[in-house]
């Protein structure tokens, strides 16, 4: 019969000289986030002439974007008529640029 192998003397797991005690930290402090107003002007200097010149502003943005989206759609239609000529793509070609383009283009040179 085998015999049971010798059992292993008992030690402490953690002696107290292996085990350093570290003193308690504190957790690290989050920095404060303040929230401040926007940038810009203050609301007092916010008046009725600002917000005129706001508003005259986008009117020109506006314009001056739906006439550049049209002269480039104009664009797109004469280079679809380049590609493939044909009498009634150049008629009607002509006929678009006749009827949009040109009041398109007074119309911004008359906005300045």
């Given at each position: 019969m085998a015999?049971?192998?010798?059992?292993?003397?008992?030690?402490d797991m953690f002696p107290e000289t292996?085990?350093?005690q570290f003193p308690a930290q504190t957790p690290p402090q989050r920095p404060?986030?303040?929230?401040?107003?926007?940038?810009?002007p203050a609301q007092e200097d916010v008046g009725p002439a600002l917000l005129e010149m706001?508003?005259?502003v986008s009117r020109i943005c506006a314009t001056r974007?739906?006439?550049l989206l049209s002269v480039?759609?104009?664009?797109?239609?004469w280079g679809?008529?380049?590609y493939?000529?044909?009498q009634l793509r150049i008629g009607a070609a002509s006929l678009s640029s006749v009827l949009t383009v040109l009041p398109l283009v007074w119309l911004y040179y008359k906005k300045g």
């Open positions: 015999q049971a192998p010798p059992t292993l003397p008992q030690r292996i085990v350093t404060a986030f303040r929230i401040d107003s926007e940038p810009g706001a508003q005259a974007i739906l006439l480039v759609a104009a664009a797109g239609l679809y008529t380049v493939d000529p044909t």
